[in-house]
């Protein structure tokens, strides 16, 4: 099929749509730019500086309280959603790092959220796993190793509650996922897309957002 309607992200416009965007906090530039300089091998673990904003839009959006973060690397996306949570609200952070989420630890505290977030560190299924098997989510953003986001998938969708989302990341997968013969994490995404798109329990878009982004919601 042919495509109807695309514009090229140059660096200049991409710097236009950031500066029609919620700017980023002093907070958030500061653990953006220490990502950077710190990781400049693995900084492209980082979501985009444009999906912080938009994260947080739609926490605000479908009120969310309890949100669930599978991936967190240096905390940007952590800090930007628990930013946007009331007071009361709660963000349980998996990963398996202590080097890259101290980082993250630093930043919450400068913020002032840390206390609405519980970073656990351990692999991330056994913390999907320790939750109640209740719908009790109302939003989860999906953004780690790619071999596990099926079964990512599958520990999240019973406890999300009806109408909360999930937001999942790297759904393009810098374009791989096109390749009939891919292989390795674009194989594993590509096989994520469809388990998305036949799963009966959600509705879910795909935006061409950064890597991708699907945006699925429990029915």
Known sequence: MTKSKTTTIT?????????HNPPLDTVQRELVRTTLERFPD???????????????????????????EVGTFTGFSALAMAQALPPDGTLIAC??????????????AKAGVADRIDLRIAPALDTLRSIPAEPRIDFAYLDADKGN?????????????????????????GGKVADPHAEGPAAAIKEFNDHVMADERM?????????????????
């Open 11 to 19: 660096e200049a416009l991409y710097d236009y749509v950031l500066a």
């Open 42 to 68: 693995a900084a492209r673990m980082q979501s985009a500086q444009e999906q912080g904003p938009l994260l947080a839009f739609l926490i605000r959006l479908c009120g969310a309280r309890r949100v669930v």
């Open 95 to 108: 990963d398996i790092s202590e080097e890259w989420t101290a980082y993250g630890r630093e930043a919450w």
């Open 149 to 173: 986001y099926v079964a990512y998938w599958e520990e999240l969708v019973p406890r999300l509650r009806p109408g909360g989302l999930i937001v999942a990341d790297n759904v393009l997968f």
């Open 203 to 219: 509705e879910a878009v795909m935006l061409t957002v950064a890597d991708g982004l699907t945006v699925a919601r429990r029915r």
